[in-house]
C-alpha cells in the first residue's frame, strides 16, 4: 500500500531554536494535510495543502508542499513550549484512498527549556 | 456543538474478556475510522467505514471488529482474541475519504 515516511521521529531543541519536519511519499499525492498531537491528547488538523509548491503560513509555522507533490515539510520558527507534541503529516491519494489518509509515523518535538 | 466522541475515556479488561469502544459523531460525516496508537507511536489504521451497514478492515484488524449500523456511531469491539490490546484508540470521522479527519479524545484501554 501507500507510505509516507517521515523524518526525524524525535527532535529536542532548545526553546527559541527552530524545528524542521520533513515528509516523503514515493507516489504522487492529491493533498497532504498536517495534525498536531499534545501529550496525552487527540490529533488535531493544522492544514491541508493542495496545490503544487505551496506555501501556508500560520504565525510561527510554515508548510511546504513541494513541486511534485511527494514531499511536503513544517518548520516552527523560535519554537515555544507549547509547541511540544507529536506532529503528524497525512496524505491523501487520488483515485484511491477509500481508507482515508495515510499517516507518517510523526514527528515528536522535545523543547528544553 | 458538533464534534466526535469517544467512551469511555479509560476502560480495563480482563483477560478473555471482550470490551466495546463507543465513538459518536454529530458532524454529519459519511466517513469513520479507527486507529491504534502504541506509545511513543504512530496511528495505526484498524476498521474504515465509507457508508453505513459498510466497513473495511485496515491495517491491523486482527483481533477487533466493528459494527456502522447508523451513521452517526462506530463502535469497536476489541475481543478476546487480540492479545496485546494495550493503547490509546482513536476515532475519526471526515466528510470525504481524503478529506480532513476530525478525533475524538480517544479511549485508553489496559488490561489487568
Known amino acids: 500500500g501507500q507510505q509516507v515516511m517521515q523524518i526525524p521521529q524525535y527532535q529536542h531543541v532548545q526553546e527559541g531554536e527552530d524545528f524542521t519536519t520533513y515528509c516523503n511519499s514515493s507516489?504522487?499525492?492529491?493533498?497532504i494535510q498536517w495534525y498536531k498531537q499534545r501529550p496525552g491528547g487527540h490529533p488535531v488538523f493544522l492544514i491541508q495543502?493542495?496545490?503544487?509548491?505551496e506555501v501556508k503560513k500560520q504565525k510561527r509555522l510554515t508548510f511546504q508542499f513541494g513541486e511534485a507533490k511527494k514531499n511536503s515539510s513544517l518548520h516552527i520558527t523560535a519554537t515555544q513550549t507549547t509547541d511540544v507534541g507529536t506532529y503528524f503529516c497525512a496524505g491523501s491519494y487520488s483515485g484511491g484512498g477509500a481508507d482515508g489518509l495515510t499517516f507518517g509515523k510523526g514527528t515528536h518535538l522535545i523543547i528544553q527549556p | 456543538d458538533g464534534g466526535i466522541t469517544q467512551s469511555p475515556k479509560y476502560l480495563f479488561r480482563k483477560e478473555g474478556q471482550n470490551v466495546t469502544l463507543s465513538c459518536e459523531q454529530n458532524l454529519n460525516h459519511d466517513a469513520m475510522y479507527w486507529y491504534r496508537q502504541d506509545p511513543g507511536q504512530g496511528l495505526r489504521l484498524i476498521y474504515y467505514?465509507?457508508?453505513?451497514?459498510?466497513?473495511q478492515k485496515g491495517d491491523i484488524a486482527e483481533g477487533y471488529s466493528v459494527s456502522r449500523e447508523k451513521k452517526e456511531s462506530f463502535p469497536l469491539t476489541v475481543t478476546s482474541a487480540q492479545k496485546n490490546p494495550t493503547a490509546f484508540y482513536l476515532c475519526?470521522?471526515?466528510?470525504?475519504?481524503?478529506?480532513?479527519?476530525?478525533f475524538g479524545p480517544g479511549t485508553r484501554l489496559l488490561v489487568l
Open positions: 475519526a470521522s471526515s466528510g470525504l475519504a481524503g478529506g480532513t479527519q476530525y
Open positions: 467505514s465509507q457508508i453505513v451497514n459498510d466497513f
Open positions: 495543502l493542495v496545490k503544487s509548491g
Open positions: 507516489t504522487t499525492l492529491s493533498n
